[in-house]
C-alpha cells in the first residue's frame, strides 16, 4: 500500500536527520557547499600546498586537542575565549580526572616558556621539563599505538625501497633541528609559492637517502622505546622521525608508497613529539600573536547540557517512512527512485558500520561546544579544533550545525574540516526555534543533494560511498559533480 505523501511543513528534523544519517554517513558532505571548514587534512601539516600557515592561535587549539586525545582517546572539541586565557574544552561525557589535571599541569609548564630572554640553559631545561611532564602522562597509552603503526610503516619503506631495485647510496645526514619541523610561521621556511609538485610519484634513485634517512629514524625510534629509554631520548628519536616525514620532498614519495603512510606516520607514530613540540613552538612564539593575548592558563571543561542526556542509538524508521519523507523532500523522484535510494543508503550504513566497527548512539563534542557558545552568547576565537591526530575531523551534521549557526547568529565559526569515517551522532542538541528552523531548511535541501547523488550511483553503478581519499577531500570544490569517473 502506498502512503500518502507528506506535505513539507509536516517535515521536522526528527524526520529528516534519519536519511541524512543514512546518506551521509562517509564520504557525501564533501560535496555539499558552504560548509564551514577552516582545515583540510593536509594543510596545517604542509604549508606550502595553500600558501602560508594557519595563526598560532589554530596551532595551539589543535594541539590542545591533540594532548587531549593522547590523555583520554575521547573526542574534545577546543576553543579560545575572546581576550582572556582561557580554553573551552567540551567533550561528549564528564572529563576524567587524569585529564583535567594533565591539561593543567601542562599549561602551567609552558607558561614559562611563553617569556622571552631566558638564557639558553635555562630554556633547555624548562623545554625538558614540560617534555618530560607531557611524556610521563601520554606515553603509557601512546606507545602501543605507536609500535604497531611504527612496524608497519617501517615495514612499508622497507618494502618499498627493496622493490624500487635501485641500489642503495649512501645516506644523507640530516640534521636534528627544530627548524625542520614544519609547525609554525617562524621556522624560516620559505613562504613562497613551490614549483609543481606531483601528489604522488613512484621512487627515483634521488629518493633513495631520504628514505634511508626516514628508514633508520623510524627504527631508531622503535629500539629506543624497546629498550626503555628515557623520555628526552624518545622524544628526540620522535622528532627525527617527524622532520624526515614532513621533509617536502619526500611526501608525494610516501604517497606513492602508500597513500595514508606520511599521514600515520605524522598522526599516529609522531603524535606525542608533534604535539610536544608544537605547543613548545607556539609558546616561545606567543608574544608575536596579534593582539596580544595572555598565553592560556585555565581550562573550562564544557559537557553536554544536562537537560540532555546522552540519546540512544539512533534507531532507523521502517524503509516505507524514509520513503515517505524522501518523496516530501524531493518531489522530482519517483517513488521507485526513492526506495532504491533509500535501499543504496541502508547497504551503504551497513558497510560503514561494519567498516568502522561504530555505531552513532553519541553526542559529538563539537555540537556540545557549539551549544555552549551560542546558548551562553559566548565570543570565542573563531577556530574550533578538533584533535589532528585522532583523524577525527568534524562529521556532516556538526559542520552543518556550525554553518546554521554562523548564518542565522553572524559568527564566522570553523570547524578543522570532514570526516570520511565519522559516522554521525544520534542527534543534535536543542536550540533557539530561529536556529532550529534554519537547520530544517537545510537538511531538506541537503538530503534532496544528498539523494541525488545517490540516485546517479544507483543508475550508474558509481561508488558514491567509496572512502574519499584526502586528495578527493581536497581537490573537491563545493560542485555536486561525482569526480569518481
Ligand atoms: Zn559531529
Not at 575572546?82 to 585529564?99: E, G
Not at 625510534?221 to 622532520?243: F, K
Request: proline share 8%.
Amino acid at each position: 500500500m502506498v502512503p500518502p505523501l507528506l506535505s513539507t511543513s509536516q517535515l521536522a528534523i526528527s524526520r529528516l536527520y534519519p536519511l541524512a544519517y543514512l546518506f551521509a554517513p562517509l564520504n557525501a558532505a564533501f560535496r555539499l557547499r558552504n560548509m564551514p571548514w577552516e582545515l583540510d587534512e593536509e594543510r596545517s601539516y604542509h604549508h606550502s600546498y595553500f600558501g602560508g600557515f594557519p595563526p598560532l592561535q589554530v596551532t595551539l587549539l589543535d594541539a590542545v586537542a591533540a594532548l587531549c586525545t593522547l590523555l583520554d582517546w575521547n573526542s574534545v572539541c577546543v576553543s579560545l575565549l575572546d581576550a582572556t586565557d582561557q580554553l573551552l574544552v567540551s567533550l561528549p561525557h564528564p572529563a576524567a580526572a587524569l585529564l583535567q589535571e594533565a591539561i593543567g599541569k601542562c599549561l602551567a609548564e609552558l607558561q614559562p616558556l611563553t617569556v622571552p630572554g631566558h638564557s639558553p640553559r635555562l630554556q633547555q631545561a624548562l623545554e625538558d621539563r614540560f617534555t618530560e611532564t607531557a611524556y610521563d602522562r601520554c606515553y603509557g597509552a601512546h606507545r602501543d599505538v605507536v609500535f604497531n603503526e611504527g612496524e608497519k610503516a617501517l615495514s612499508l619503506v622497507d618494502t618499498a625501497i627493496n622493490e624500487a631495485g635501485i641500489p642503495q647510496e649512501c645516506e644523507e645526514e640530516q640534521d636534528r633541528g627544530d627548524a625542520g619541523v614544519a609547525c609554525g610561521h617562524d621556522s624560516g621556511i620559505d613562504d613562497s609559492e613551490e614549483e609543481y609538485e606531483p601528489k604522488q610519484r613512484a621512487i627515483k634513485p634521488s629518493d633513495l637517502p631520504r628514505l634511508h634517512g626516514l628508514r633508520h629514524a623510524l627504527s631508531g625510534l622503535l629500539s629506543a622505546m624497546r629498550s626503555g629509554e628515557d623520555y628526552l631520548t624518545i622524544y628526540d628519536r620522535g622528532i627525527s622521525v617527524l622532520i624526515r616525514v614532513e621533509d617536502k620532498a619526500l611526501v608525494p614519495v610516501l604517497r606513492g608508497i602508500d597513500w595514508s603512510l606520511r599521514l600515520i606516520v605524522v598522526r599516529k607514530v609522531c603524535a606525542l613529539p608533534w604535539t610536544v613540540h608544537t605547543f613548545m613552538h607556539v609558546a616561545r612564539n606567543w608574544t608575536s600573536v596579534e593582539p596580544q593575548a595572555t598565553f592560556p592558563k585555565s581550562v573550562t571543561w564544557i559537557h553536554p547540557p544536562p537537560s540532555y542526556p546522552p540519546p540512544p542509538p539512533l534507531s532507523l524508521p521502517t524503509t516505507e517512512d524514509l520513503v515517505t519523507a524522501l518523496q516530501a523532500v524531493s518531489p522530482e523522484m519517483s517513488r521507485d527512485d526513492c526506495v532504491a535510494v533509500v535501499k543504496e543508503g541502508f547497504e551503504c550504513l551497513e558497510a560503514c558500520r561494519r567498516w568502522k566497527d561504530s555505531t552513532a548512539g553519541d553526542i559529538h563534542a563539537e555540537a556540545v561546544l557549539i551549544h555552549h557558545i551560542v546558548s551562553n552568547k559566548i565570543a570565542v576565537y573563531p577556530y574550533l579544533a578538533t584533535s589532528p591526530i585522532a583523524f577525527s575531523w568534524s562529521c556532516y551534521a556538526c559542520a552543518r550545525l556550525l554553518s546554521v549557526v554562523n548564518a542565522e547568529r553572524q559568527l564566522r565559526l570553523a570547524l578543522r574540516g570532514c570526516s570520511d569515517e565519522m559516522i554521525l551522532p544520534s542527534s543534535l542538541p536543542p536550540f533557539d526555534e530561529d536556529i532550529e528552523a534554519a537547520l530544517l531548511a537545510q537538511l531538506r535541501d541537503d538530503v534532496r543533494a544528498l539523494a541525488m547523488g545517490h540516485l546517479q550511483a544507483v543508475k550508474y553503478k558509481r561508488p558514491v560511498r567509496a572512502p574519499i581519499s584526502f586528495e578527493r577531500f581536497k581537490d573537491s570544490d563545493g560542485s555536486s559533480q561525482n569526480s569518481q569517473d
